[in-house]
């Protein structure tokens, strides 16, 4: 069940929301395998009503399972919004929806969450990457360099003076 709030509810006071929201519900569409969310949303959220919008303000926190770009090692990141403010317009051209007095909130939960993914994420910050011996073929001696080189056409144009 999405994360909604009612309007009429909102008439006479604010409203907390606490509690966890199924990841499945922000539907994150996730395409890149470094990065899993499998834990819930924990949001403590305050919701009140403006004159034509709503003040959501509050916290929200995702533990995501990611995969370190440099030496591969499985972590979890924790994502957190400590002093989330999302505005929701009732009115106007880019209101929200309301559906039997209720307007659905996990639309801007998920933009926001989707903007403070990691680009890059990192198991520590001075992670040196995988170990020497999985970097890929071994090196070739200076004489085996110099010999591949030569044949290279890359080494005939090096040998032309202009």
């Known amino acids: ?3 909604t709030v009612n309007l009429r509810h909102l008439e006479s006071h604010n409203i907390l929301l606490r509690g966890e929201l199924p990841v499945q519900e922000l539907h994150l569409d996730l395409r890149d395998p470094i990065i899993r969310a499998e834990k819930p949303l924990v949001h403590n959220l305050e919701v009140q009503k ?3 919008a709503l003040l959501v303000q509050g916290r929200l926190q995702l533990t995501l399972q990611c995969e370190c770009v440099r030496c591969l090692k499985p972590f979890a990141y924790v994502l957190e919004l400590r002093d989330w403010t999302c505005h ?4 106007g051209e880019e ?5 039997n007095d209720r307007v659905d909130l ?4 998920r ?3 989707l903007l403070e993914f990691p680009q890059h994420p990192l198991c520590e910050a001075n992670c040196g990457g995988l170990p020497k011996t999985y970097l890929g073929k071994p090196r070739k001696t200076s004489e085996a360099a110099r010999r591949e080189d ?3 056409a890359w080494g005939e144009l090096d040998k032309l003076k202009f």
């Open 150 to 152: 030569a044949a290279s």
């Open 88 to 91: 929701v317009p009732l009115e």
């Open 50 to 52: 403006l004159e034509k």
């Open 1 to 3: 069940m999405p994360l």
């Open 106 to 109: 996990t639309p801007y939960l």
């Open 111 to 113: 933009e926001d969450i």
């Open 95 to 99: 209101k929200a929806d309301i559906v």
